[in-house]
């Protein structure tokens, strides 16, 4: 008997109606003798909802660690909400059905309450319990840190839950079910050539999620690449007994031929600034990007210029808007010991990825993008590249314009042979 994971997003598991559509797809892997572990998120939109009860049940607690422990008291009672009812529907259907929290695993994580990383995941009593018949339906996005206390695992941490549990309880595969049917070369809002993707390797996901790619959350791929545990990319809304294809999330070495580029991936969530007229000495860059990172600030492209002073330069990054007030604050309240004259900030930009695992052993892949973008009279403002990656920062104004430009450059919007689809 296979032991599998699946796991249903907020609109999957939105209302009563929902939750009973999902029944139908956990029956289906039951009654085919597989041992299920569900996680569940919480209904759509009720972690927005709880946060924004914590907001209005200020003012803070005096330090920001006892804020954030009661914080994810309340925030992480979505899940268990969602995994209650799940149990109770499949009870109902004459299944034999529980719930667990994260603490009854135990799930445990670090002592980071609202983005805790997971540290480590008994499978003895769920993996039992999974091998006798039970389904075990699990609440995401939470466990247990050091102090006893619930903890949290941040936005998307539902997905981080789902892979790791399949990891430690080394399970054949891990669904994740969701709104849509699959990973797509692109985002088919923005292009109707869009095409859903077979096969995709965990190193081309992990870059597709790191810029912007909603579809899974970049910690779970992480985990999903060092344990080599394969991802389903499904969609609840699908007939049960019929469910689509999909995309399967895999090692490389299961894809029987690699696309020069897979996806053009846009990241409208964005912000840059620019450090102007930093003194052009060893240690002034450090210091900025320390600072930075005592704040918990991520940061991205990274660009040093000369400035129109002799003995200076202008430093430019990228992190994401929500970062943005932050990072000036930062940086401003340090700014004698950094010595730079201003800030500049835009947040009217967006980074355009081009990811393919061709990218390692074909040319021209850099050419064709800015010759594209050219054609186009789009302005690159700044370039960051990997082995598998070429990102550009652009205005927002210019940004779906260049996406199905590139898309269609890339020829990704053409019908897939066999060997494209990866069959």
Not at 13 to 35: K, M, P, Q, W, Y
Not at 110 to 124: K, L, W
Not at 172 to 197: E, F, M, N
Not at 308 to 322: C, P, Q, V
Request: charged content about 20%.
């Amino acid at each position: 008997m296979a032991r599998i994971v699946m796991k249903f997003g907020g609109t999957s598991v939105a209302n009563i109606e929902r939750i009973r559509a999902v029944s139908a797809f956990v029956r289906r892997e039951i009654d085919a003798g597989h041992g299920v572990a569900v996680v569940v998120s919480a209904m759509a939109g009720e972690t927005n909802r709880l946060i924004g009860l914590c907001a209005d049940a200020g003012p803070p607690a005096p330090t920001l660690d006892a804020r954030y422990i009661e914080h994810d008291t309340v925030v992480a009672a979505g899940e268990q909400i969602s995994s209650g009812l799940l149990a109770l529907v499949m009870q109902n259907l004459g299944y034999r059905a529980r719930s667990w929290q994260g603490w009854q695993i135990p799930l445990k994580t670090s002592i980071n309450h609202g983005e805790a990383r997971i540290s480590e995941i008994s499978d003895s009593a769920i993996g039992e319990a999974m091998d006798g018949g039970e389904i075990a339906i699990v609440s995401g996005f939470q466990g247990i840190a050091p102090t006893g206390r619930i903890s949290t695992l941040g936005r998307g941490g539902s997905d981080t839950s789902a892979v790791a549990l399949a990891a430690a309880i080394g399970a054949a595969r891990c669904d994740i079910y969701t709104d849509v049917d699959g990973v797509y070369t692109t985002d088919p809002r923005l292009s109707k050539q869009a095409r859903r993707i077979a096969k995709i390797s965990y190193e081309e996901m992990l870059e597709m999620a790191s810029v912007g790619a909603k579809v899974l959350q970049t910690r779970s791929v992480e985990i999903a690449m060092a344990y080599k545990t394969p991802i389903r990319v499904l969609s609840s809304f699908d007939p049960p007994d019929a469910p689509g294809p999909g995309t399967t999330i895999c090692d490389e070495d299961d894809i029987v031929e690699q696309n020069i580029v897979t996806a053009v991936t846009p990241d409208f969530n964005e912000a840059s600034v620019t450090v102007l007229a930093v003194p052009d000495e060893p240690g002034r860059a450090a210091r900025i990007f320390t600072r930075l990172a005592e704040a918990a600030i991520n940061i991205d492209m990274i660009v040093q210029s000369a400035s129109r002073e002799h003995g200076f330069a202008n430093i430019s990054f990228t992190t994401k808007e929500d970062y943005l007030e932050r990072a000036l604050e930062v940086l401003n309240s340090d700014k004698e010991a950094i010595g730079f004259s201003s800030l500049q900030s835009d947040r009217n930009v967006t980074k355009v990825s081009v990811i393919g695992l061709g990218m390692k052993t074909h040319a021209g892949v850099a050419g064709t993008m800015f010759q594209t973008l050219a054609d186009k009279g789009i302005n690159i403002q700044n370039i960051s590249t990997s082995e598998i990656k070429i990102s550009v920062l652009i205005n927002s104004d210019a940004a779906e314009y260049a996406v199905r430009a590139l898309h269609d450059a890339y020829g990704l919007g053409s019908p897939a042979k066999p060997a494209d689809e990866n069959a």
